[in-house]
């Protein structure tokens, strides 16, 4: 099956920073990838999401870049702000007639220092 | 607003008193998961329905099952609740299988087996 790393675990940077968090996926049939946010106690809520046939994608100050030929995607938090702070998951699907089952990373919890 | 419930969002059980945990939709989408997260972990997928079609994941105990009676309706039943039973259940939505939709998360019901 489908296993997704997901590094770092924990990630701590200054307001108005950049932020990288980087996820490596083993099924190169994956074709799907989220990403989410987790604020404690509350639900996990998708951000951004690119598919396979596309190599980066943007919005605003999140961006999301693949390399299928590596199994690996990255997600980029510009300009962070305090309200960024939360955990952060990324996921990996092969879409089909199985169904779209998400593989999710371990989560890197993010802090964002004022 | 079209959206995912879970009802109750906390629910205190009993070690071996079996539970239901229920989730409805109002987006109409036709497949429906449920997710268990341990505290600081990703989400780990049980099962899900792609409208009354179950599938259950290899790993998933025998002690959780499910029932989706409608397209809006679908719940977790857990026949013996453990100790390690206790996590956040998540309830998620998905417009279709086989193509690369959206999951969409309900706020979740936290478990606590005492």
């Known amino acids: 099956g489908e296993n997704v790393e997901q590094h770092p675990s924990t990630l701590s940077v200054q307001e108005g920073d950049s932020a990288v968090i980087k996820c490596t996926y083993s099924d190169s049939a994956s074709n799907y990838f989220p990403w989410y946010k987790q604020e404690l106690g509350k639900r996990p809520q998708l951000i951004i999401d690119?598919?396979?046939?596309?190599g980066e994608k943007k919005d605003q100050r999140i961006a999301v870049t693949l390399n299928k030929t590596a199994k690996h995607f990255s997600l980029h938090i510009t300009e962070t702000q305090p309200e960024d702070s939360a955990v952060y998951f990324c996921?990996?699907?092969?879409?089909?007639?199985?169904?779209?089952?998400?593989?999710f990373g371990g989560g890197t919890r993010v802090l964002v220092k004022p | 607003d079209a959206m995912v419930i879970q009802n109750p969002r906390y629910q205190v059980t009993q070690f071996g008193k079996p539970v239901t945990l229920s989730c409805s939709q109002t987006l109409n989408h036709n497949v429906m998961y449920w997710y268990q997260q341990k505290s600081s972990q990703a989400p780990k997928l049980l099962f899900h329905y792609y409208d009354k079609d179950f599938n259950n994941e290899a790993d998933t105990p025998d002690n959780f099952q499910s029932r989706r009676p409608n397209t809006s309706f679908c719940f977790l039943d857990i026949r013996s609740p453990g100790l390690g039973d206790a996590a956040m259940y998540l309830c998620?939505?998905?417009?279709?299988?086989?193509?690369?939709?959206?999951?969409?998360f309900g706020p979740g019901t936290r478990l606590l087996v005492l």
């Open positions: 998620a939505t998905s417009r279709a299988r086989g193509v690369q939709e959206t999951q969409y």
């Open positions: 996921a990996a699907s092969r879409v089909g007639a199985a169904g779209n089952k998400l593989t």
């Open positions: 690119i598919r396979s046939n596309v």
